[in-house]
C-alpha cells in the first residue's frame, strides 16, 4: 500500500494529514474551515485517495494559515507516498463540467513545481469562505507535492461552482497520475531514470 501520515506544527496550525493512493476515495477531514472541508472531501472522492486530515489553525485571525499548511501537509504526504514514482503513469488531465462551470485541469508528478494558474473567481466570498484561499490551497499543494499544475477556468459564473470543479478536476487528473501502469509497472516513468 502506498501510505503515507505526517504531522506539521507551526505556531500557526498543527495538521496531521493521513494518505493512501490505493484507496477508494475514503475521507475525513476537519480544518474548522466548513467550505475547505467540503472541498477537501472532494479532492480525495474523485480521486479516489483516501483522506484524513485534522487541523488546528489560529482561526481567530482568519483561515488563510489552516488552508495554506493544510496544502503543504498534503503536498508532502503525498509526495512522500508516492515514493520514488516507480510505476505511476505520472501525467493526469481531466476537463470537468459544474453547472455553469467548465474547468481543465493538466498535471505532472514531475518533483519540479509549477502552478499556472487562469481561474477567476467572480466573488471574495464563497460563504464565509475567502475566495483567494483556493489559490493559496493550490499552490501550497504543487509546491511541497512537487507537481506540475495547470489550471484553466472555461466558463463560470458562480464561484462556488467554480471552486468545487477546480477541486474535482484535480482530483480527477491525480487519480490518473497516481495510478499503476502495468505496462511499466517497474519502470520509472522518466527518460532521465528519476523523478
Request: net charge negative.
Amino acid at each position: 500500500m502506498r501510505t503515507h501520515s505526517l504531522t506539521r506544527a507551526t505556531a500557526e496550525t498543527d495538521i496531521t494529514v493521513e494518505v493512501n493512493l490505493d484507496g477508494t476515495g475514503a475521507y475525513d477531514n476537519q480544518t474548522g474551515v466548513g467550505f475547505f472541508d467540503h472541498m477537501l472531501d472532494q479532492l480525495a472522492r474523485h480521486s479516489l485517495i483516501d483522506m484524513t486530515v485534522r487541523a488546528h489553525g489560529d482561526l481567530h485571525i482568519d483561515d488563510h494559515h489552516t488552508v495554506e499548511d493544510t496544502g503543504i501537509a498534503i503536498g508532502q504526504a503525498l509526495a512522500a507516498a508516492l515514493g520514488d514514482k516507480r510505476g505511476i503513469r505520472r501525467y493526469g488531465a481531466c476537463l470537468l463540467p459544474m453547472d455553469d462551470a467548465l474547468v481543465r485541469v493538466a498535471l505532472d508528478l514531475s518533483a519540479r513545481p509549477y502552478l499556472i494558474w487562469n481561474v477567476d473567481l467572480p466573488t471574495p466570498k464563497i460563504g464565509i469562505f475567502d475566495s483567494e484561499l483556493v489559490r493559496e490551497f493550490f499552490q501550497a499543494l504543487s509546491t511541497h507535492g512537487g507537481i506540475t499544475l495547470h489550471v484553466d477556468m472555461l466558463h463560470g459564473i458562480n464561484s462556488h461552482h467554480i471552486a468545487e470543479a477546480v477541486f474535482k478536476s484535480v482530483a480527477r487528473a491525480l487519480r490518473e497520475a497516481v495510478e499503476q501502469d502495468a505496462r511499466k509497472a517497474d519502470a520509472i516513468p522518466s527518460t532521465k531514470g528519476a523523478l
